[in-house]
C-alpha cells in the first residue's frame, strides 16, 4: 500500500506542479505588447470575457447575507444552522454534536470539511463528529450540495457535501493604517440555563493578518415541556431527575483558533492553529458520555491565481484525545466504565482549475487522508479485568484519490459539467483482546476468532457526475444530473468484534439503544442518483423565487443491519419484537427517492411599515430496504416551515410554524420506536446598529411537547451498561420552550 500510495501521489503531484509552472511562460509579454507599452509608458486595457455559468439549485449557500448571523445568535451546535436548508435533517446526539442527514444519508455517508479539512469521528458512538470541532460563532459561511455532488467536493459520500469555513483574513487598505478590529459578545438560552461567550480580534496589515478568536459555553440539562418518564436517581444515591429533565445532556466546552495569513498579489497562503477542548457533553441516546475531548489542528492553505487558472493546495493534521465514561446522571458500578481513544488525522490536497477557454474550465485534483485510530478501555475490576479491552487497535483507514472536472459553457443558456473520481480506500487494524481472554466465553473465543483472520481490505471506487443545466432566462434555470457515488465502510461498521452484550452496545453511533457488532465482509456501498432541479424567480430575486428537487436513489450494497445470530447472542435476540437488540452490520440494498421544495415571496412593501415577506420549506424522502423490503432507519417524515418575516429599520424579525408528521415507517430489525406528528411556532428578532447586534427569541413559544422523529431512544439516565435494565420504548424529547437573548459587539 505504500508503494502504491507514493508512485499514485507522485504522479499527480508532479503534473500539476508542471502546471503550476505555466504563468512564467503565460505572463511573457509578446513584442507588440511590449513596443506599444514602452512607447507610451501606460499599460492598454485588457477585456476579458466569459459566458456566466448559473448557479446550481441543487446547492445552498449561508453566509453573512444570507442571515447567517442571525441564525448563529445563541447556537452552540453548528449542525442546527442548516436545518432549514432543503433536503437536510439532523440526527440528535449531545448539545453540541448533531449529526447532518442529507436526503436520509446521514454521518459518514455525508462528506463534511471544515476548512477544507476533512475531519474524523474518533469515537464508537460518533460524540465527537466533524461539525462539533467549530463553534457557530466561528463560521463565515456554509455550502452545502444535497445529493449531486461534483466530483472535486465529493468522493467517499454518498448523501452530498457540506463545507463549512471560518469568514476569510481581512486585510488592511493601506499600510500606514493597519486594520484592527474585533468582536464580543454573548449569548444566553432559558432552557438549561445555557450561556457562551466569543471574542475575536484581528491585527493585519497589507500584506499580514493575525487573528485569534476563542468561545466557550455551558449548559445544564434541558427541559421536554412535560414529563415523559417517572421522576426517580440517573445514579447510586443521587438527586431525583424530574420527569421533564432530559438527563445526559448539559455540555461545557473551550474552542480557540489562531490565525496567520500573508497575501501578496494574487497568493493567499494561510495558517491556521485550533484547540477544542471539551470538558464534559452529556447524550441522552447513548449509553455513556463524552467525560473530555482535546482536538488539535494545525491547517496550512495556499491559494494562487495564475494566468492559467488557480491553484489551491493544502496540508492539514489532526489528533485527538477522547474519553468517555458514565456521567453524573447514569449508574457508577463503583468503577464507572472508562473507555479512550486516541486518533490522528493528515491530509493533503491539491487542486487546479484551468481555464482552458473563456466557455471552460477544467478542474484536477489529488486527495490523500490518513486516519489512525486506538481505541481501548482501561481495566475496572471482575471480568472486565486484568487487562484492558482493544476494541480497535491500530486501526488504519486510509484514502487517496484524485478526480477531473470539465465545466463547460455551450451557449448563453446552455452547461454542462462531467466529473471522474478514483479513490483507494485501505483499511487495516492489528490484533485485539478482551478483558481477560482467559474467560473464553466471554472474551476469548470472539478475540480469538477475530484474530485469525486477516484485516487488511483494499477498495477501488469510482465516482462520476453528469449535468446539464439550462437557463431559460435571468427567471428560470433546469437542471438535470445523475451521479454515480462510493464510500468504503467505516473502521467501526468493520471492526468491533466482540459479541458481548455490554461491549456490543458501546458501539452505537446511531442512537438507537442497540448493540452493534462490525462486519470484516463488508463491500463499499455504491449509490447511483438521478436528481431533477428547477429554480424560478422574478426579475428582483427579493421578490419571489422558488426552488425545486426532485430525486431518487438506489445503492447497492447499502450498510444495513441484520440481528445478530453468533456468538453470545441468544436465541431470543433473533425474535424479538421490543426492548433493544444486538445487531451486526451487512451489506444490503437500499431505495430512496423525495423532493424538495422551497420559496420566498415579498407579500408588500412600504415607507412606514417596512417589508413583508413569506418562506416556506417542504422536505419529503421515503427509505426503503430493497432486500428485507423494510423502512430504512431513522428516515425523517415529512416536514415543513412556513416563516413570515419582516423588515423595518435595521429590525428583522420572523414569525414560524414547523410541522412534522408523525414517523410511522420504522426500522423493525432495530425495533426503532415510532414518533408523534407535531407542530412548533418560534418567534425572533434582530436588530443590527453596525457595531452592536442584538438577537431575541422564543423557540416553542406554546411550550408544546414532541418526540424528535430523529432523537434516537432515551438512554440518559440509570444503569445504562446493560442491554435492557432501562426502559425501552422512550424517544429522546424535544426542548420546551427556550428563550434566548444574545449581543454582539464589533470593533
Known amino acids: 500500500m505504500t508503494s502504491l500510495y507514493h508512485r499514485h501521489a507522485g504522479h499527480t503531484l ?18 507588440a505588447l511590449a513596443t506599444s507599452t514602452a512607447a507610451s509608458g501606460v499599460l492598454p486595457a485588457i477585456t476579458v470575457k466569459a459566458r456566466r455559468i448559473p448557479k446550481s439549485p441543487t446547492s445552498s449557500q449561508l453566509d453573512q447575507r444570507k442571515g447567517l448571523n442571525r441564525l448563529k445568535a445563541g447556537e452552540t451546535d453548528t449542525t442546527r444552522l442548516i436545518e432549514q436548508t432543503p433536503g437536510v435533517s439532523a440526527y440528535s446526539a449531545g448539545g453540541l454534536s448533531s449529526l447532518p442527514a442529507i436526503h436520509g444519508l446521514a454521518d459518514d455517508r455525508v462528506r463534511v470539511q471544515v476548512d477544507g479539512m476533512d475531519l474524523q469521528a474518533a469515537c464508537p458512538n460518533h460524540m465527537n463528529s466533524a461539525l462539533s470541532y467549530i463553534a457557530p460563532a466561528n463560521v463565515g459561511e456554509i455550502k452545502v450540495y444535497a445529493g449531486i455532488t461534483p466530483v472535486s467536493a465529493g468522493g467517499d459520500s454518498l448523501g452530498g457535501s457540506i463545507q463549512v469555513n471560518q469568514a476569510a483574513p481581512r486585510f488592511a487598505d493601506d499600510d500606514d493604517q493597519p486594520l484592527v478590529q474585533g468582536e464580543a459578545g454573548f449569548s444566553l438560552r432559558s432552557n438549561g440555563r445555557a450561556q457562551s461567550s466569543q471574542l475575536s480580534a484581528t491585527y493585519a496589515t497589507r500584506s499580514l493578518s493575525l487573528s485569534y478568536s476563542g468561545v466557550t459555553g455551558q449548559a445544564d440539562n434541558y427541559r421536554a415541556a412535560r414529563g415523559f418518564k417517572p421522576a426517580q436517581a440517573g445514579t447510586e444515591g443521587g438527586r431525583i431527575i424530574p420527569a421533564d429533565e432530559v438527563a445526559s445532556s448539559a455540555y461545557k466546552f473551550i474552542n480557540q483558533d489562531v490565525k496567520l495569513a500573508w497575501q501578496h498579489d494574487e497568493h493567499l497562503l494561510e495558517l491556521k492553529l485550533g484547540e477544542q477542548h471539551v470538558l464534559f457533553e452529556g447524550f441522552p441516546n447513548q449509553r455513556m458520555d463524552m467525560t473530555g475531548n482535546r482536538n488539535t489542528l494545525v491547517n496550512l492553505h495556499y491559494k494562487g491565481d495564475f494566468a492559467w487558472g488557480e491553484l489551491d493546495a493544502r496540508a492539514y493534521t489532526q489528533r485527538t484525545h477522547h474519553t468517555m465514561d458514565m456521567g453524573p446522571d447514569r449508574y457508577q458500578y463503583g468503577t464507572g466504565m472508562p473507555m479512550l481513544t486516541r486518533a490522528s488525522t493528515d491530509g493533503l490536497q491539491l487542486t487546479a482549475s484551468l481555464q482552458l477557454t473563456p466557455q471552460d474550465t477544467l478542474r484536477v485534483g489529488s486527495e490523500a487522508l490518513r486516519y489512525n485510530l486506538y481505541d481501548w478501555w482501561p481495566p475496572v475490576g471482575g471480568a472486565m479485568g486484568p487487562r484492558a479491552f482493544w476494541n480497535i487497535d491500530n486501526g488504519r483507514r486510509n484514502r487517496l484519490g484524485a478526480f477531473a472536472e470539465w465545466e463547460a459553457s455551450w451557449t448563453s443558456q446552455w452547461s454542462s459539467e462531467l466529473g471522474l473520481r478514483h479513490d483507494i480506500v485501505h483499511a487495516d487494524t492489528s490484533a485485539v483482546q478482551g478483558y481477560d481472554n482467559g474467560l473464553q466465553a466471554t472474551w476469548g473465543q470472539d478475540a480469538s476468532a477475530f484474530n ?6 483494499t477498495d477501488r471506487n469510482w465516482d462520476f457526475v453528469a449535468l446539464t443545466r439550462y437557463r431559460q432566462d435571468a427567471h428560470e434555470t433546469l437542471e438535470l444530473a445523475y451521479a454515480r457515488k462510493s464510500r468504503s465502510p467505516s473502521l467501526y461498521q468493520r471492526y468491533p468484534w466482540s459479541t458481548q452484550p455490554m461491549a456490543a452496545l458501546m458501539n452505537n453511533y446511531v442512537g438507537d439503544g442497540n448493540g452493534y457488532i462490525g462486519n470484516e465482509d463488508l463491500q463499499p456501498e455504491v449509490a447511483h442518483t438521478l436528481s431533477a432541479s428547477a429554480q424560478w424567480q422574478g426579475a428582483d430575486q427579493q421578490a419571489w423565487q422558488i426552488k425545486l428537487t426532485g430525486y431518487a436513489t438506489y445503492i447497492q450494497d447499502y450498510i444495513d443491519a441484520q440481528r445478530c445470530h453468533t456468538g453470545q447472542c441468544s436465541p431470543a435476540n433473533q425474535t424479538a419484537t421490543s426492548g433493544f437488540v444486538l445487531l451486526q452490520y451487512v451489506n444490503q440494498g437500499a431505495r430512496l427517492h423525495g423532493l424538495d421544495a422551497s420559496g420566498e415571496v415579498e407579500l408588500g412593501r412600504s415607507d412606514t411599515w417596512g417589508r413583508f415577506s413569506g418562506t416556506a ?8 430496504n430493497t432486500v428485507t423490503d423494510e423502512p430504512l432507519y431513522n428516515i425523517m417524515p415529512v416536514n415543513a416551515r412556513v416563516g413570515l418575516v419582516h423588515r423595518l429599520a435595521g429590525w428583522t424579525s420572523t414569525l414560524e410554524l414547523q410541522g412534522v408528521q408523525g414517523k410511522r415507517r420504522v426500522s423493525a430489525v432495530r425495533n426503532e420506536m415510532q414518533t408523534g406528528g407535531y407542530s412548533l411556532v418560534h418567534v425572533k428578532t434582530s436588530r443590527d446598529w453596525g457595531p452592536v447586534q442584538l438577537d431575541m427569541g422564543i423557540d416553542n413559544v406554546f411550550n408544546r411537547f414532541y418526540e424528535q ?39
Not at 485469525?452 to 481490505?457: F, G, K, L, T
Not at 440518559?716 to 428563550?739: C, D, F, H, L, Y
Open 452 to 457: 485469525a483472520r486477516d484485516h487488511a481490505h
Open 709 to 747: 422523529p430523529l432523537g434516537g431512544a432515551y438512554v440518559g439516565q440509570g444503569a445504562s451498561m446493560s442491554t435492557n435494565t432501562i426502559p425501552w420504548g422512550t424517544v429522546v424529547p424535544g426542548m420546551g420552550r427556550a428563550m434566548k437573548l444574545a449581543m454582539t459587539l464589533r470593533y
Open 617 to 624: 420549506l417542504l422536505n419529503l424522502v421515503h427509505g426503503q
Open 14 to 31: 508532479g503534473a500539476l506542479l508542471c502546471l503550476a509552472a505555466l504563468p512564467s511562460l503565460a505572463n511573457e509579454p509578446s513584442p
